[in-house]
């Protein structure tokens, strides 16, 4: 008679007695999530499925929906756009007639994007892996070689990609595949010490970006195991599961700093003796735009590994004004995202057209392109994402005067936020009115000594006497000066000795 299988925890629970028996405290298994993404790569959760890939969407039409959300990047995009169209269009015939023949010695669209940081390569492929609805991870190539990987973890690519399609190897097997940083692991020409692993990181990768097969288990992966023990028990056995990589897209991509250079020698080499020194391309923007082979191959990259790159795409860096129209963009992921962060509060958030021109400044000082633009909003919002929540504030509207110095403006709103509610407060409790202009509004902020959350309170202490008085003198409203806020009793004790006075004297007349 067969015992009834144990449970995953039960099973967990076994094999770390086994760890601890064997080895001691020292060892433990972890608590292993085996939906979690691999060290060095980033899923995003859109998990489509297989029918909700758009294989017939034509070039014109990524390539309008692309400059809805992407500026100044026009040769990009129309190569990108066109490309990725033609591989998916590929990619149907294929799938809806398996009887095509593949064309001997076909290689895949496969695109290597060269620009500066900051000028939205990864933001362009995640757009274009949504609006097609294939599943899509983004690796960074330095943690493949910093890490001490040699090749066989960049599979790791590939069982990310199937967990980010929820599962479905079919769905995988056309997903894309994005890797960043790319001219990290470029040799520098001795074959030893890091440059080993950099080559091998090549050639690893370049056996994915061929037609190859990868195993979703590998003796290594703890989580793996655990998946296949699981799926023993449900099933009575493990089958080996593997992803066909023939349909996934690869984009590779990085900022060549040093790749102008190497076309400048190569260029100034082919045209010597033949034009004066004014005649030869030294600017490195305009350099890039002439790279070939040959100068990927001198920065570093094996010849086979730029053979499976067949596609370029040239991202150029931001200018001020780049930046700017960045900002005004409708879809601006900078300027919507933080009025997203804010309306989560309830607040509407404003700016003034002036103010992303400044912001706009600042963030190309900074030179790291449209990243820059994130930095420098955060450091003006920063303050009142804190506080305003905290506050009846519900709109800010984000002004010239209020970037210069943030922090004052923070206070100052918080002052007047906090005195408005003291009015409404001492109205709602006694019935009379406490006008407060704005010489009081600058004392209140600069003498009363508490935080700008704590003048509300402290101010209904300063007047709650207040009630007796104002009924004495029959007033309906009561106008706090500075000389009122300096020493409210003092203030107090006069307007109720007046009132009596007042009073005494009426009835004098009268006798």
């Known amino acids: 008679m067969s015992k009834t299988p144990p449970s995953p925890d039960k099973i967990r629970e076994e094999i770390s007695e086994f760890l601890h028996d064997k080895y001691g405290s020292n060892v433990a298994i972890a608590d292993i999530d085996v939906n979690a993404p691999h060290e060095g790569t980033t899923a995003y959760s859109n998990k489509p499925a297989l029918e909700d890939i758009d294989f017939k969407l034509k070039p014109m039409e990524l390539e309008a929906y692309l400059q809805q959300y992407v500026v100044h990047q026009d040769p990009a995009i129309e190569i990108l756009a066109t490309k990725i169209c033609t591989h998916f269009h590929r990619r149907r015939l294929e799938f809806e007639d ?7 010695g076909q290689i895949k669209s496969n695109i290597l994007m060269i620009g500066p940081t900051g000028v939205g390569k990864t933001y362009i492929v995640k757009l274009i892996a949504d609006k097609i609805g294939v599943p899509f991870v983004k690796g960074d190539a330095t943690k493949f070689s910093e890490t001490g990987y040699v090749g066989g973890d960049v599979d790791d690519l590939i069982r990310d990609l199937v967990r980010e399609a929820g599962g479905e190897i079919k769905l995988a097997e056309y997903g894309i595949v994005y890797v960043d940083e790319i001219d990290k692991i470029a040799a520098s020409g001795s074959m030893h010490g890091p440059d080993v692993s950099r080559t091998g990181v090549q050639r690893a990768l370049l056996k994915l ?18 998946e296949a023990v699981m799926e023993t028990q449900r099933k009575g056995k493990a089958s080996r599961k593997k992803v066909s990589t023939k349909n996934i897209l690869f984009i590779v991509s990085g900022a060549f700093n040093s790749l102008p250079e190497i076309i400048g020698k190569r260029l100034a080499k082919g045209t010597m003796g033949f034009r004066g020194p004014r005649d030869i391309v030294s600017d490195p923007k305009e350099l890039i735009k002439k790279v070939t ?15 499976r790159l067949p596609v370029v795409a040239q991202l150029s860096d931001l200018s001020e004004e780049g930046l700017y129209d960045i900002l005004m963009n409708p879809h601006s992921a900078v300027i919507q995202g933080k009025k997203r962060d804010f309306a989560a509060y309830g607040i509407e958030l404003e700016f003034e057209e002036e103010v992303l021109r400044e912001i706009a400044k600042r963030a190309h000082v900074q030179g790291i392109g449209a990243r820059g633009l994130t930095s420098v909003v955060e450091s003006i919002l920063i303050q009142f994402e804190k506080l305003l929540p905290s506050s009846s504030v519900r709109k800010l509207k984000v002004t010239r005067d209020l970037i210069e110095n943030p922090n004052q403006a923070a206070i100052e709103m918080l002052t007047n936020d906090a005195i408005a509610g003291f009015q409404r407060d001492f109205l709602e409790k006694h019935g009379f009115i406490l006008e407060i202009p704005t010489e009081s509004r600058i004392w209140i902020r600069d003498h009363l000594k508490v935080k700008p959350s704590e003048i509300r309170k402290k101010l209904m202490e300063m007047f709650t006497n207040y009630e007796y008085g104002l009924k004495l003198t029959g007033r309906q409203n009561l106008q706090l000066t500075p000389d009122v806020l300096k020493d409210p009793d003092a203030y107090l004790d006069r307007m109720i000795k007046d009132a009596y006075r007042e009073s005494e004297g009426k009835e004098d007349k009268t006798d």
């Open 98 to 104: 398996p009887s095509t023949e593949p064309t001997v």
């Open 209 to 226: 970006m061929e037609d190859t097969e990868v195993d979703l288990r590998t003796p290594h992966d703890l989580a793996g195991q655990m």
């Open 293 to 307: 082979t040959t100068d990927l191959v001198e920065f570093g990259f094996e010849s086979e590994f730029i053979g």
